[in-house]
């Protein structure tokens, strides 16, 4: 049996999950932060890690076989941007600087927008809010912490609410308001949860898309649990919907426009559904006739986060305006 | 993310890149795993080289125990024979099972007949991947009678009195979901804990995504049961999460492959007021699912802590290869 646990932890381990997530919901804002288990070897790192800059501008890479690493930083990029947004709905502020930076201390980018949620009226909400804020703050720290002095740094990012931010524009593009109106994911709970929806199954996909690629056994059990994760918070975020839908039909509305417009920026077939099926039928479980769950690749997932319509957003835009990081350039595109 | 930026990333790139994988090995896993094989959870199956079909046919059992329950709750009746039997092999019988009246509860209702629909997929999906070499159903055991494996379970949980208690989970739409409450976190660990034993890249992506479905699942059933608002349903599913984990063993904490010796959670919130948390998610501290050997889940169907090749749930065992608790 490989022994993980690190006689170098920097952190000791919360007892339970349940103080875990206290923890990092605390923390993610600045101070400490808890490792489960994985050592940072930060004594072992060689003289050409210093990231002294190379003033020649370097041409353009051929494509390199991706890596385990490049994956993971892949599954990084998204979980910075998940954090972000549940971070800033329930404490108002984001991830600290040392969770942004990268691996070898490349500061992270900026974040445009967000805003606490007032869950005042709907305590159940808030309560799912906070577990997966934390959860997906745990997720950050963990892929930096299996990623070392690789992990990219968080590129810009843009969870704005207001009329020029990127929840407005995957809104309208869905139809879900008007071609003039503002989408605010933060104005409600009730917003929160379709702001939740728009990122959750595309957590599912991307993983379940990912995980087979990767080469070593323990980071595929890794990104398995990862995936499992996003599943639980898309099964729970599909559930409220559903149950509140039944007084609110508008809501499962939205969420089936929302489904369709990922359908239509991923551009590979009918892979996402919304909360009803066929004769209004529950459907709280996207997946194949199989039962299975859909996959999405990298360039999929992209132009989904890249809010990539056109083409004009092959590289960034959307969520990510300058585009995801990745050393690996085909791991930072979408679709033409 | 300026242009300087991007190119001293590159720089760093290059410079990492073939120092890459053992450096992330390193970091992660400590200088000795590094050209480290693999290594079995569950020792048993390291020394006998578990193969696809075994794997598969072990998820085949389990598909079968959940599609038979949901069946019976939603339609009075389970899965047709011609997918249960294997060859000229019947399936085995199935012990109890009824039909819940939903009427008082529509959405339980609703929910119900989508996990049924999907877990008959799955068994379908399985059947057909293995084809031949799949296991015919084995005899099943999904009584709410006295004498059942629900009331043994919910017994030895403390649900119900250690004695005289019955638990029926086909009485009524709660306890429909606390019977689902006892498979749904199972599935999702015990194809965790499977899916890095295939070989085969497309039986590895299906198994994802079959994982993927039974944390769906489960986050329907778990949030359901929490939103209801009645402690005494919480406490039901915080002591059949610690009857599953008196049940499954100790094995050694690993936080990156999700195994601990308490790899189980009820629903029960944290904080209150403005820091209410809830726990709809089982997960470490890393925000990761749990693992689960496939002994430890036959710990928890057979209802027996020790070494057991069958009982609980699965009164002659299940088929294949795989079905041993040791």
Do not use: W
């Amino acid at each position: 049996m490989i022994d993980h646990r690190n006689a170098l932890d920097l952190l000791a381990a919360a007892d339970t999950r349940r103080a875990a997530r206290r923890r990092f919901l605390k923390v993610a804002g600045g101070g400490t932060l808890a490792l489960g288990g994985i050592s940072l070897l930060s004594g072992c790192f060689d003289s050409e890690d210093d990231d002294a800059p190379n003033p020649t501008p370097t041409p353009t890479p051929t494509p390199a076989a991706v890596t385990d690493s490049d994956i993971l930083n892949l599954a990084l990029n998204l979980e910075y941007l998940e954090a972000q947004y549940y971070l800033y709905a329930v404490n108002g502020s984001g991830l600290a600087a040392n969770l942004t930076a990268s691996g070898t201390g490349t500061a992270g980018g900026s974040v445009t927008g967000g805003a606490k949620v007032d869950f005042s009226g709907d305590a159940l909400v808030g309560a799912y809010a906070r577990e997966i804020a934390a959860d997906e703050a745990a997720h950050v720290a963990f892929l930096r912490a299996a990623l070392g002095s690789a992990a990219i740094a968080m590129p810009n990012i843009n969870i704005s609410g207001d009329a020029s931010g990127a929840f407005t524009a995957a809104a309208r593009a869905a139809g879900v308001i008007g071609a003039s109106d503002t989408f605010n994911p933060y104005s409600s709970p009730e917003n929160f949860l379709l702001g939740a929806y728009l990122f959750e199954d595309v957590g599912v996909t991307a993983y379940k898309g990912a995980a087979p690629l990767l080469s070593s056994k323990v980071f595929l059990e890794a990104a398995a649990g990862i995936l499992a994760a996003e599943a639980y918070h898309a099964g729970l975020v599909r559930t409220v919907l559903y149950a509140k839908g039944i007084a609110a039909p508008a809501l499962v509305t939205a969420a089936g426009k929302i489904s369709d417009a990922r359908d239509a920026l991923d551009q590979g077939g009918d892979t996402d559904q919304g909360l009803t099926g066929t004769g209004g039928a529950a459907n709280l479980v996207p997946a194949d006739a199989d039962a299975i769950a859909y996959s999405r690749n990298s360039r999929q997932v992209h132009n989904i986060v890249y809010l990539n319509a056109t083409g004009a957003n092959q590289n960034g835009g959307g969520f990510f305006p300058n585009g995801t990081n990745n050393p690996n350039p085909t791991l930072r595109v979408g679709l033409p | 993310m300026n242009e300087d930026d991007l190119v001293i990333d590159a720089f760093e790139a290059r410079t990492q890149r073939r120092h890459d994988r053992r450096a992330l090995f390193t970091a992660a896993l400590g200088a000795a795993a590094v050209g480290s094989a693999f290594a079995y959870s569950d020792p048993a199956l390291a020394q006998s080289a578990v193969t696809d079909t075994d794997v598969l046919n072990f998820a085949l059992n389990l598909e079968y125990l959940e599609a038979q329950f949901y069946l019976y709750a939603v339609n009075g009746t389970g899965l047709p024979a011609t997918l249960t039997g294997s060859g000229s092999t019947a399936g085995g019988t199935v012990t109890g099972g009824a039909q819940v009246d939903f009427t008082t509860d529509p959405v339980v209702g609703a929910y119900a007949r989508e996990i049924a629909a999907d877990e008959q997929a799955h068994v379908n999906f399985l059947r057909t991947a293995l084809g031949s070499a799949a296991v015919a159903m084995p005899n099943i055991n999904i009584s709410g009678a006295a004498d059942g494996p629900f009331t043994a379970a919910a017994r030895a949980a403390g649900v119900v009195d250690s004695t005289s208690g019955v638990f029926n989970p086909y009485a009524d739409p709660t306890s429909f979901l606390l019977g689902a409450y006892i498979f749904e976190d199972v599935g999702v660990t015990a194809y965790k804990g499977a899916a890095p034993l295939l070989s085969n890249k497309t039986f590895l992506e299906a198994a994802a995504g079959i994982l993927a479905v039974e944390a769906y699942h489960a986050a329907i059933v778990r949030t359901t049961l929490y939103a209801k608002g009645v402690p005494a349903l919480v406490e039901a599913t915080e002591k059949i999460s610690a009857a599953r984990d008196a049940l499954d063993g100790s094995p050694t904490e690993d936080l990156i492959r999700g195994i601990a010796p308490k790899d189980d959670a009820g629903i029960m919130p944290s904080g209150s007021g403005a820091t209410l948390t809830s726990n709809i998610a089982p997960l470490n501290v890393n925000g990761l699912a749990y693992s689960r050997s496939t002994g430890q889940v036959l710990n928890i169907v057979y209802l027996n802590a020790a070494t057991a090749t069958m009982g609980g749930f699965f009164p002659n065992g299940v088929n294949g290869n795989i079905r041993s608790t040791t």
